[in-house]
């Protein structure tokens, strides 16, 4: 693929740290013109600070940032205006942003599941919505980023895997709409994944079972069968290969990258 996302506008929600900076970085060090969104501007700035100096010798253009709170639907148009009004095209959207709680259900106030669904699932709607003229004028691609609790839930995660779920039935019937306008659509159901969200959890499950971090962690790994956590590279790489020419053909799925960890068919 090396190369071929040159001159390609490819924004990414989340893109500060984790998942979405490996992302970004990916399609950075393939050419791209980057687009990282998120609401910290100062780990924003530092994202795109460590992304440029990695793609220096590339000849890659300097990410472009976006700070907005994408919970609500003025942040999404905020990106939509930065990206419009700097690049009038856009052909890649990852919509990776999403912080849901995890912990014990009767201790989850609705504010934590109205959080949940206004930053995962409603952000990527709206981004969709707003970018969908953009995409399908330069028949792009869309992957979201979901996990593996849509797929298969437990008692401390009833957020996560509520949004998910969510995230990735839209994201099936946005396919469809895909197929008719020439943009690809899919998702990515992550499992545990070595980032600082992923400890952030295992903190919120250990005290939700009055347990230690460690011995939460052992025991999901023991629970799941994996050998190891994924890393953040492994999931940019099926991004950027649902993006590319290669995947093309690639429309409307749901691919687990999680070791092995998925007991279900779909």
């Known amino acids: 693929m090396a190369g071929q996302f040159k001159d390609k506008v490819v924004v990414v929600s989340g893109a500060s740290r ?4 490996a992302i970004a970085a990916g399609f950075a060090k393939e050419g791209a013109q980057t687009v990282l969104a998120s609401s910290n501007a100062a780990t924003l700035a530092e994202a795109a600070k460590e992304i ?7 000849g890659a253009p300097e990410p472009l940032t976006v700070a907005g ?16 009004e700097r690049f009038k095209r856009c052909d890649v959207l990852i919509n990776n942003a999403g ?3 995890a912990g014990s259900f009767t201790e989850l106030a609705d504010d934590l ?22 995409l399908k004028a330069s028949q792009g691609k869309v992957v979201f980023i979901g996990g593996g609790a849509g797929r298969t839930p437990d008692a401390e995660f009833l957020i996560g895997a509520s949004v998910n779920a969510a995230v990735a039935s839209f994201s099936k019937g946005l396919s469809r709409l895909g197929l008719r306008d020439g943009v690809n ?16 959890l295992l903190q919120q499950r250990a005290a939700a079972q009055g347990k230690a971090v460690e011995d939460v962690r052992k025991e999901s790994l023991v629970k799941s069968g994996i050998r190891r956590q994924g890393k953040p590279e492994e999931i940019a790489a099926l991004a950027m290969f649902l993006c590319s020419e290669q995947g093309s053909h690639v429309i409307g799925t749901a691919i687990a990258v999680d070791g092995g960890a998925t007991p279900g068919v779909y």
Request: with cysteine; charged share 25%; glycine share 10%.
């Open 113 to 134: 599941w109205l959080d949940g669904f206004a930053l995962k699932f409603l952000g990527g709607v709206r981004l969709c919505r707003l970018f969908w003229p953009l």
């Open 69 to 84: 709170d994408l919970r609500t639907l003025a942040g999404c148009e905020q990106v939509f205006a930065k990206v419009n």
């Open 18 to 21: 984790g998942i979405g900076k």
């Open 99 to 101: 912080a849901t709680r």
């Open 52 to 58: 440029a100096r990695d793609t220096e010798k590339t």
């Open 185 to 200: 659509v899919n998702i990515i159901h992550p499992g545990t994944t070595a980032t600082e969200r992923s400890e952030m």
